[in-house]
C-alpha cells in the first residue's frame, strides 16, 4: 500500500514538472511570436498594437518564475561549488543547510511580501489588456512557493546523502 502511495506521488511530481516545463516553453513561443507580431505592426503598418507592452510583461514574469521552479527542483540554479567541495563532508552538509536555509528564508520573505501587494492590485486592471494586476503580480508568489516547495526538498536531500554516505563509509 505504501510503494503505491510513493508511486503515485513520484508520478504526479513529474507530470507537474512537466507541466511547469512544458508551460515556460510554450509561454517562451508565446513572447516570440507576441513581440515580432508588435515589432511588424508597428514599423511596417505603423499601428502599434495597445497591448504590445503589457501582454508580454506579464507572460515573461510567468515564464520566469516557472522556469526557476524547474531548475530548482532539477537542483540546477546557479551555485558556487568551488569552496564548498574543498570541505570535508560533516561541516559541508553544515554550510549547504544554511544556504538552503537561506534562500529559504528569501523565498518565504517573496511570498509574505507579495500577499498585501496581491491584495492591493486586486481590483485593478491593465488599461491596454484589461487583464487583472493579479496576473500581473502572481507569478511572483506562485513561482516562490514552487521554489519553496522544491528548495525544502533539496535540503533534506542533501542530508539524506550526508546520512547515507556517512553509513556506508562505516
Request: hydrophobic fraction near 50%; charged fraction near 15%.
Amino acid at each position: 500500500m505504501e510503494y503505491r502511495k510513493i508511486v503515485t506521488l513520484k508520478k504526479l511530481d513529474n507530470l507537474l514538472e512537466r507541466a511547469l516545463y512544458y508551460s515556460s516553453g510554450l509561454l517562451l513561443i508565446i513572447i516570440a511570436c507576441a513581440v515580432m507580431i508588435s515589432v511588424t505592426l508597428r514599423y511596417v503598418f505603423n499601428e502599434p498594437p495597445l497591448w504590445a507592452d503589457e501582454a508580454p510583461r506579464a507572460f515573461f514574469l510567468w515564464m520566469t518564475y516557472l522556469g526557476i521552479a524547474v531548475a530548482t527542483k532539477q537542483g540546477k540554479n546557479i551555485r558556487v561549488t568551488h569552496f564548498i567541495d574543498k570541505i570535508p563532508a560533516k561541516p559541508r552538509v553544515y554550510v549547504e543547510t544554511f544556504m538552503h536555509c537561506l534562500v529559504l528564508v528569501m523565498l518565504l520573505t517573496l511570498v509574505w511580501f507579495n500577499i498585501p501587494i496581491l491584495k492591493l492590485q486586486s481590483g485593478g486592471s491593465m488599461l491596454s489588456t484589461g487583464w487583472s494586476f493579479l496576473w500581473l503580480y502572481s507569478p511572483v508568489t506562485v513561482g516562490s512557493s514552487l521554489m519553496l516547495f522544491y528548495q525544502s526538498r533539496l535540503m533534506v536531500n542533501t542530508i539524506l546523502v550526508y546520512k547515507t554516505s556517512r553509513i556506508e563509509d562505516a
